[in-house]
């Protein structure tokens, strides 16, 4: 399970030894990538009356917050009394006339059911890195989050796309630069031309120049500049 939205650059700053300005943290969804090749073990803290392999991922939100509620039936969303979202999504099958060998963490027909979302196969199939961030309330929360380099191409590639939602366009272009920068700045060892980061298509690659920064340009949206 690695989180593959906004989030993840919570993750990306810790590991830079950075602080990103917050306008880039901005968001009301969290985008769970579920792998369904293989089989999951989610760790959690015993919770009473919560049946993790039959409640699955709505069980674990509401262990967190008795307010989360499916969206509809077979639904990948649950939503909080804030407004909060979050998503299970998992990568299309190589055969797109077959179904998902999964699409549910746990057996209770109220769980979320993963839909299938073009690109992520991208991000399964590259490294994954984890990070232990601080969360609101002070307390330390472990994140696992798809490699920087996968995340600013994959997001140069949403950002390209037409029929993506103009709003999410422009966070999508932003992000890539950010992340991309990030990488030049403070992850030096991490390139763009490493066979890690191989399941990305070259011509995806390829344009990696064009997220590039110029010069000082990557720090601009980290603070402070020590």
């Known amino acids: 399970m690695r989180v593959v939205c906004t989030h993840a650059l919570f993750a990306y700053e810790r590991l830079a030894g950075i602080r990103i300005a917050s306008g880039h943290l901005a968001t009301g969804d969290i985008d769970l990538l579920f792998d369904a090749r293989a089989r999951l073990s989610l760790v959690a803290e015993s919770q009473p ?16 917050d008795t307010s989360f509620e499916p969206t509809g039936t077979e639904t990948f969303r649950a939503v909080n009394r804030d407004g ?3 998503d299970l999504i998992q990568p299309l099958p190589k055969n797109r006339m077959a179904r998902s060998p999964r699409s549910r963490i746990g057996t209770s027909p109220e769980d979320l059911s993963a839909v299938e979302i073009e690109g992520l196969t991208w991000l399964v199939n590259c490294p994954k890195v984890s990070a232990v961030t601080i969360d609101t309330r002070g307390y330390p929360v472990g994140l696992v989050v798809p490699d920087p380099r996968a995340f600013a191409l994959h997001n140069a590639w949403l950002a390209a796309r037409d029929d993506r939602d103009p709003l999410k366009r422009g966070r ?4 890539a630069r950010l992340v991309a920068g990030l990488v ?13 980061v191989a399941a990305i298509p070259r011509a995806l690659r390829d344009r990696a120049v064009q997220i590039l920064p110029a010069s000082n340009e990557a720090e601009d949206s980290i603070e402070p500049d020590w």
């Open 84 to 86: 909060f979202m979050v």
């Open 172 to 175: 999508d272009a932003g992000q």
């Open 184 to 196: 030049v700045a403070r992850l030096p060892h991490l390139s763009f031309d490493d066979p890690a």
């Open 49 to 64: 009356g919560v049946d993790l392999g039959r409640e699955g991922l709505i069980g674990l939100l509401r262990s967190v």
